[in-house]
């Protein structure tokens, strides 16, 4: 799995002119599922977010974990974080999951997040969606659910 986070004031994702997910000061979590990802990895990536220290302390250091800064998401699925633009013109999707695996672990990682006591708002999987957000920072990260499985092996 791979996540594209954007720390923000506020964010909201429409489908058809209609609002589906809205949040104020958190998370956006734009997350692509690869074909030979599982629930280990969507776990792995929701440990890591919820305590990814990004939110400033009173002395503007980011020492604050979005877990206790009590920080809302809007998860977002974006398969084409998968997109590999290596050759040609056209990206490749090969390494992003079928709908059917991608839907299920996205679902999967929202739950998991919701656990965590969060507040948690989606777009809709397989729409056309507009995102409107104002980051903030501006704070953004890409993280990796094998990145740590290759680092490892280093």
Same mark, same amino acid.
């Given at each position: 799995?791979?996540?594209?986070?954007?720390?923000? /004031?506020?964010?909201?994702?429409?489908?058809?002119?209609?609002? $589906?997910?809205?949040?104020? /000061?958190?998370?956006?979590? +734009?997350?692509?599922?690869?074909?030979?990802?599982?629930?280990?990895?969507?776990?792995?990536?929701?440990? /890591?977010?919820?305590?990814?220290?990004?939110?400033?302390?009173?002395?503007?250091?980011?020492?604050?974990?979005?877990?206790?800064?009590?920080?809302?998401?809007?998860?977002?699925?974006?398969? &084409?974080?998968?997109?590999?633009?290596?050759?040609?013109?056209?990206?490749? +999707?090969?390494?992003?999951?079928?709908?059917?695996?991608?839907?299920?672990?996205?679902?999967?990682? $929202? /739950?998991?997040?919701?656990?965590?006591?969060? $507040?948690?708002? &989606?777009?809709?999987?397989?729409?056309?969606?507009? $995102?409107?957000?104002?980051?903030?920072?501006?704070? &953004? +990260?890409?993280?990796?659910?094998?990145?740590?499985? &290759?680092?490892?092996?280093?």
């Amino acid at each position: 799995m791979r996540v594209v986070i954007q720390r923000v /004031k506020e964010a909201q994702v429409k489908v058809e002119g209609q609002i $589906v997910g809205k949040i104020a /000061k958190g998370l956006v979590v +734009f997350l692509a599922v690869a074909r030979d990802d599982d629930e280990p990895a969507a776990d792995y990536l929701v440990k /890591k977010i919820a305590e990814l220290r990004i939110f400033e302390d009173a002395q503007g250091k980011m020492n604050i974990s979005a877990q206790e800064a009590g920080t809302q998401y809007l998860v977002v699925s974006q398969f &084409t974080l998968y997109g590999n633009c290596d050759k040609g013109r056209r990206p490749s +999707f090969d390494q992003a999951a079928d709908p059917a695996r991608g839907e299920m672990l996205y679902n999967y990682f $929202v /739950k998991q997040l919701a656990a965590t006591g969060a $507040v948690v708002s &989606t777009g809709q999987f397989r729409a056309m969606m507009e $995102v409107s957000l104002i980051n903030e920072g501006p704070v &953004t +990260f890409i993280i990796d659910s094998k990145q740590p499985l &290759t680092q490892s092996k280093q």
